[in-house]
């Protein structure tokens, strides 16, 4: 039991390594070849978590093997777009127009049935509103609707509202984020300032948002605020 | 960048690994093989207490080998293995010269198994 305890540690602390040094990716956005990398890593990690007579090194050299591979060739595909269409594909444009392309679906090797599914995930419920859609290689579609069904934005409407940007979570749960006080167009100084000038000890701020205009929002622990 | 960089030292460590541990196996086995070997021609022409420090002799270069070989490959491959050198003190006590020599010809014939079986040939990759 114990070897299986110090087995099943060494493969974690390799694989969280290896799945850092593949990058963030949703599972839901995985490239097909990312998809097959994810999916054999779990198998070959596996393998000698439940085999304690796997040599460890046999899984080892394969992963270590399966992700520099997975790296080299997406690295390849960014100077290459013939390798990448090759590695991941290439997107498909399955509605033109209001029209579907059914040449290009069957490529595809989907029905209408699956098209019109996939439109319903997007909100689009009629076809002839549709003035593009495509098929992106992680199997995810990309809907453009004709100008008349698009929703209005305020550009639209003549409205230029303020940009205030996005607010940074400078302080969750008590501890003030350096990494995000960094990324705001705050210093350290000026955030401890706002947090002496609110009264409110750092430790006791659930969190504290400030965005480029200087506005602040502060919630305190346990809804005390 | 820094990844690319990365995934060329984990491809190297990879590569690295698998040649060390293929010429580590290589070696230690052909020296066992040897060994053995060695044991047969022994047995057939040395006195029993010439036999018998020999014989633990090759039982110590067992027990030193199989603890990087273990590494390598499966424990059930080399069990076999392990059951014959293992057994060969007993033999030499228990049973005569004759069975002696078999355990270590077939001890030799698994362990030649072995390495074939690690060698980089259409079989062993398909």
């Known amino acids: 039991m114990a070897v299986t305890l110090i087995r099943a540690t060494i493969l974690y602390v ?5 799945i850092r040094l593949m ?6 956005e995985l490239q097909p070849s990312e998809l097959v990398i994810t999916i054999l890593i779990s198998e070959i990690a596996s393998i000698p978590m439940e085999n304690n007579s796997v040599p460890i090194i046999n899984s080892v050299v394969a992963l270590f093997a399966l992700v520099a591979y997975e790296i080299l060739t997406s690295a390849a595909g960014l100077k290459s777009n013939k390798l ?18 059914a040449k290009a679906l069957k490529k595809l090797r989907m029905t209408v049935n699956d098209l019109v599914s996939a439109l319903r995930q997007k909100d689009v419920f009629e076809i002839s509103q549709v003035s593009y859609a495509i098929f992106e290689t ?10 008349e069904y698009r929703n209005s934005s ?14 940074f979570a400078v302080v969750c749960d008590g501890e003030i984020i350096d990494e ?8 350290i100084s000026h955030v401890k300032k706002i947090i002496v000038s609110s009264k409110i000890p750092v430790e006791e701020i659930l969190i504290m948002t400030v965005d480029s205009k ?3 929002y502060i919630e305190r622990k346990e809804n005390e605020a | 960048m820094k990844r690319v960089a990365f995934a060329l030292i984990l491809l190297s460590a990879a590569i690295v690994i698998a040649v060390w541990s293929g010429t580590v196996f290589r070696n230690e086995l052909a020296s066992l093989s040897a060994s053995l070997e060695r044991l047969i021609d022994i047995s057939e022409a040395e006195s029993d207490e010439i036999l018998k420090d020999e014989t633990e002799k090759v039982v110590a270069q067992w027990e030193k080998s199989s603890k990087i070989l273990h590494s390598f490959v499966l424990h059930e491959g080399m069990d076999t293995v392990e059951q014959n050198i293992t057994s060969l003190p007993l033999l030499l006590k228990h049973s005569d010269r ?3 020599r078999n355990k270590c010809i077939e001890a030799i014939n698994q362990i030649e198994n072995l390495l074939n079986s690690e060698k980089i040939s259409i079989e062993n990759i398909l």
């Open chain 1, 23 to 28: 990058g963030k990716r949703q599972i839901g």
């Open chain 1, 180 to 187: 995000t006080v960094k990324d705001s167009t705050f210093d």
């Open chain 2, 98 to 100: 004759l069975t002696f």
């Open chain 1, 154 to 167: 305020a550009a639209d409407l003549d409205i230029y509202p303020a940009d205030n940007g996005m607010p």
């Open chain 1, 214 to 216: 200087g506005n602040v």
């Open chain 1, 14 to 18: 390799i694989i969280i390594f290896l």
């Open chain 1, 84 to 101: 990448r269409s090759v590695i991941q594909g290439h997107p498909v444009i399955v509605i033109r127009d209001g029209k579907i392309d």
């Open chain 1, 138 to 147: 992680n199997g995810k579609i990309s809907v453009l609707l004709k100008p």
